[in-house]
């Protein structure tokens, strides 16, 4: 149980275009999903956190314009990259959690924009 | 400010050779600890929570033990296929409490 999906695994984009990611709970309702950025090497940076039917709390520095996150449903979270930059090439990483269970991370979604 | 640090922050060990990963935290009141194990390029997959001093819990040839101010991850007789970054990761109490903050992790490579 507690699997969470992810999709796509990868993705290259051009710069100035937009890329949208997804995250699925698959055998449980996520009543908190967040959405965490991976540099090589590094720990997880939180970007945002979300609750269903809310909108998303953006951690200090992170640009909610640039990253549209909605969680529409207990299953369904989405972070979009708006007019994405090289820059903002990273591994994006989703978690979703119920309640007071345990966050579980999705696979993983590499992006790369040329 | 709540703090999360992990060491060492890379071990390399002999297969058979057992050893600790440390986790100290500052929090004003714990919620839970969680380890994790991130393989690369994946996401991080979750081992144990741990919600009080004392506790301990085990899989397979890791045991994550709890006091109040550290948490360890014993590995006994690791294998190849333990090789991976662990990662530890608290809750607190209160508002804040939503969010997990992370540890910087610890890189674990065990050769055959």
């Known amino acids: 149980g507690a699997v969470v999906s992810q999709h796509p695994s990868w993705v290259i984009c051009k710069s100035g275009t937009s890329v949208k990611i997804e995250c699925r709970s698959l055998?449980?309702?996520?009543?908190?999903m967040f959405w965490y950025r991976q540099f090589p090497k590094q720990s997880l940076m939180l970007m945002a956190t979300?609750?269903?039917?809310?909108?998303?709390?953006?951690e200090q520095g992170v640009e909610k314009d640039k990253f549209l996150i909605n969680h529409a449903s207990l299953t369904l979270s989405t972070l979009t990259v708006t007019s994405a930059h090289p820059e903002d090439s990273s591994f994006y990483i989703c978690?979703?959690?119920?309640?007071?269970?345990?966050?579980?991370f999705g696979p993983g979604t590499r992006l790369l924009v040329l | 400010e709540d703090q999360v640090t992990q060491s060492p922050e890379a071990l390399r060990l002999q297969e058979g050779e057992s050893s600790s990963l440390n986790c100290s935290y500052t929090?004003?009141?714990?919620?839970?600890l969680f380890w994790y194990r991130q393989d690369p390029g994946k996401g991080p997959e979750f081992l144990f929570t741990?919600?009080?001093a004392g506790e301990e819990k085990e899989k397979e040839r890791l045991k994550a033990t709890l006091t109040k101010k550290e948490s360890f991850l014993h590995i006994t007789a690791p294998k190849p296929e333990d090789s991976a970054t662990y990662l530890c990761?608290?809750?607190?109490?209160?508002?804040?409490?939503?969010?997990?903050?992370f540890g910087g992790g610890t890189r674990v490579l065990v050769k055959p």
């Open positions: 978690s979703a959690r119920d309640g007071d269970t345990p966050q579980y």
């Open positions: 055998d449980f309702q996520a009543t908190t």
């Open positions: 979300s609750n269903e039917g809310s909108k998303a709390t953006y």
């Open positions: 929090v004003s009141g714990l919620r839970g």
């Open positions: 741990l919600y009080s």
């Open positions: 990761a608290v809750r607190e109490t209160g508002a804040a409490g939503n969010k997990l903050t």
